[in-house]
């Protein structure tokens, strides 16, 4: 199929979000940029009423704010492992059959939970087995049998992340600094309540325009941008300069230090905006239609 084919050029914005699992009613780490087709440098997108992004506040964006014909990047693992065991948790028998069915059930047992968190989930009697959580608490099925491996259960696209020189993690590990368990486990009830407003690729086909929702893993980005995954990270107007440029994007206004969400959130966006026209990164040689609607894919993964 043609780039056409697959939304490359019909999209008309690009927008990036630099997610968090924090605890509390609004989260620092949360950062959104957004570029269009014009080539211009990308914006930070701020929240209406606050200086400071809540994850409903995120949600709203998505259900009411949207720009026409978005290409939305979220910075989280929309999914769970499936494909190692035949299931989200092997041996429960309440382990739901493909992603959209994961999303339903973290939410309703994480309906008392305010602000999107999912804290009721991690520490469900049943479910906790399955996570490694702080304090020492490993589950005791965090690994599977045999595992080759300590780092818990994978994707298959986070094994094509690792392919790409990127360090991938569980998104069973809720433990340490670099851990994206607590940010997809939120992000899933987020993309629950948008109740299939906008599309969520690949769970749902790419549709022939609108809007549509992928997952990103920013370090890929910042690889494309000609850094290394152990340099993914940049804290200054200067560096985050050097990387637009290798994007073909102008520079972002400002000068000094950055924080590394918002440098992620502006230069993924400028990524966005050139790797949606590329066809190979729609047609990954391993996502076959079992694992679109179970695991997901990461955009950008090969």
């Known amino acids: 199929m043609n780039a056409a084919a697959h939304g490359g050029p019909r999209f008309r914005h690009f927008m990036a979000i630099d997610w968090s699992g924090a605890v509390g009613p609004r989260q620092k780490g949360i950062a959104v940029g957004l570029c269009d087709l014009s080539g211009a440098a990308p914006q930070i ?4 009423d606050h ?3 809540s994850r409903q506040d995120v ?8 720009p026409d014909d978005t290409l939305v990047g979220l910075d989280l693992g929309i999914s769970l492992p499936f494909a190692d065991a035949g299931a989200f948790f092997p041996g429960w028998n309440e382990s739901p059959g493909d992603a959209r069915a994961l999303w339903a059930l973290i ?10 968190c999912a804290t009721s989930f991690v520490d469900h009697a049943r479910a906790s087995a399955y996570f490694r959580r702080h304090g020492g608490r490993e589950g005791e099925q965090f690994h599977l049998p045999g595992a080759a491996h300590r780092r818990g259960r994978m994707r ?6 690792a392919r790409a020189g990127c360090k991938p993690y569980s998104n069973f590990n809720l433990v340490g600094a670099a851990q994206v368990g607590k940010s997809s486990l939120t992000g899933m009830r987020m993309l ?12 749902d086909p790419l549709p022939a325009r609108g809007s549509v929702i992928v997952e990103i893993y920013t370090t890929l980005a910042a690889v494309a941008a000609g850094r290394s995954p152990s340099r993914a990270k ?5 560096a985050l300069a050097d990387a637009l440029a290798a994007l073909g994007s102008p520079p972002a206004r400002g000068s000094g230090a950055i924080d590394d969400h918002t440098s992620d ?4 966006a400028a990524w966005l905006r050139r790797a949606a026209c590329d066809p190979a990164l729609w047609q990954p040689a391993e996502l076959t239609p079992e694992l679109a609607c179970t695991e997901g894919w990461t955009f950008g993964a090969a």
Not at 107 to 116: K, S
Not at 156 to 161: D, G, K, R
Not at 234 to 238: A, R, V
């Open 234 to 238: 940049m804290t200054t107007f200067e």
């Open 192 to 203: 629950h309540r948008l109740g299939g407003t906008v599309p969520v690729w690949p769970i």
């Open 45 to 48: 997108v701020r929240p209406r």
């Open 51 to 53: 200086a400071v992004w």
């Open 59 to 66: 949600l709203d964006l998505l259900l009411h704010d949207l």
């Open 156 to 161: 298959v696209t986070e094994e094509a992340q």
């Open 107 to 116: 939410d309703a047992v994480c309906a008392g939970d305010a602000d999107l």
């Open 265 to 268: 959130a502006l230069l993924t």
